[in-house]
């Protein structure tokens, strides 16, 4: 079992930045992926991002995202960071932290998410 605690949300002006970080309770290294999820008010949950365990960790972002959003992981304190800038309304939403344990989506650990709000 994974347990996913999600920080770093809260309030930015458009064009900001922001970390969000998301801390497991066992070895990230040996999860199989571990990626960032979004869901706005009223739209449905997308993905925004993900980052595997092997070969230093391939990457994969939405196109919403790609090019302002950074995902990127830290083996020894088992945490994965989402780093945003430039950032949007429509970036507005609750980020969800998860884990894909064995791959292929067998086993999968959410974290509770952390609100993000983009507003001047």
């Known amino acids: 079992q994974v347990q996913l605690v999600e920080s770093g949300g809260g309030l930015v002006q458009p064009g900001g930045s922001l970390r969000l970080s998301c801390v497991a309770s066992t070895s990230i290294f040996s999860i199989y992926a571990m990626a960032w999820y979004r869901q706005a008010p009223g739209k449905q949950r997308e993905l925004v991002a993900n980052i595997t365990s092997g070969g230093g960790g391939s990457t994969n972002y939405a196109d919403s995202v790609k090019g302002r959003f950074t995902i990127s992981r830290d083996n020894a304190k088992n945490t994965v960071y989402l780093q945003m800038s430039s950032l949007k309304p429509e970036d507005t939403a609750v980020y969800y932290c998860?884990?894909?344990?064995?791959?292929?989506?067998?086993?999968?650990?959410w974290g509770q998410g952390t609100q993000v709000t983009v507003s001047s």
């Open positions: 998860h884990a894909d344990d064995l791959g292929w989506g067998l086993v999968e650990y």
